[in-house]
């Protein structure tokens, strides 16, 4: 099931924060960028999570899906979705199964020490189901929308 780009995308079932189920399936046809992120309505979570909220009219024009994946609980995607307005679907990954198989939990560093936890990263899966681009690490949580929206609009990584 690991995420491999120019390969299919597995498909997945995850909770939203209303409570309703939400697949990959879902949304055949059109691009869906699924990020994966630490936690809700931390610093780096909220930038990143704000930057595609920012990018949300553009991104719809051109019928992209934004998905954010946490760990956090639906309660919790709620208050930080109503908080900051954003107008994206966050879902719940509470046992890690899907960050796990697509490579986003895991050993990182962190403050120069090895850790296991979520690593930061995001998987463009274009309208055909394949995945386009994989960003494995993001390094910079505030640039990061922008550059999924570069690859998004340029067509390609």
Same mark, same amino acid.
């Given at each position: 099931?690991?995420?491999? $780009? *120019?390969?299919?995308?597995?498909?997945?079932?995850?909770?939203?924060?209303?409570?309703?189920?939400?697949?990959? @399936?879902?949304?055949?046809?059109?691009?869906?960028?699924?990020? #994966?992120?630490? =936690?809700?309505?931390?610093?780096?979570?909220?930038? $990143?999570?704000? *930057? #595609?909220?920012?990018?949300? =009219?553009?991104?719809?024009?051109? !019928?992209?899906?934004?998905?954010?994946? @946490?760990?956090? @609980? !639906? $309660?919790?995607?709620?208050?930080?979705?109503?908080?900051?307005?954003?107008? #994206?679907?966050?879902?719940?990954?509470?046992?890690?199964?899907?960050?796990?198989?697509? !490579?986003?939990?895991?050993?990182?560093?962190?403050?120069?020490?090895?850790?296991? *936890?979520?690593?930061? @990263?995001?998987?463009?899966?274009?309208?055909? *189901?394949?995945?386009? =681009?994989?960003?494995?690490?993001?390094?910079?949580?505030?640039?990061?929308? /922008? /550059?999924?929206?570069?690859?998004?609009?340029?067509? !390609?990584?």
């Amino acid at each position: 099931m690991a995420i491999a $780009e *120019g390969r299919k995308a597995p498909d997945f079932t995850l909770e939203a924060a209303g409570g309703t189920s939400v697949s990959l @399936s879902d949304f055949k046809g059109k691009d869906v960028v699924v990020y #994966f992120y630490p =936690k809700d309505d931390t610093p780096g979570c909220t930038k $990143e999570a704000c *930057g #595609f909220r920012d990018l949300n =009219k553009e991104l719809q024009k051109a !019928g992209v899906v934004v998905l954010g994946v @946490s760990a956090d @609980s !639906g $309660e919790s995607h709620t208050k930080f979705a109503q908080k900051y307005r954003l107008p #994206f679907t966050l879902l719940s990954d509470p046992d890690r199964k899907l960050m796990t198989a697509w !490579g986003a939990y895991g050993d990182k560093m962190m403050y120069g020490k090895k850790t296991k *936890g979520v690593i930061r @990263s995001t998987v463009w899966i274009g309208p055909d *189901g394949v995945v386009r =681009k994989h960003w494995k690490k993001v390094p910079d949580a505030a640039k990061h929308p /922008q /550059q999924v929206w570069d690859a998004v609009r340029g067509g !390609g990584p």
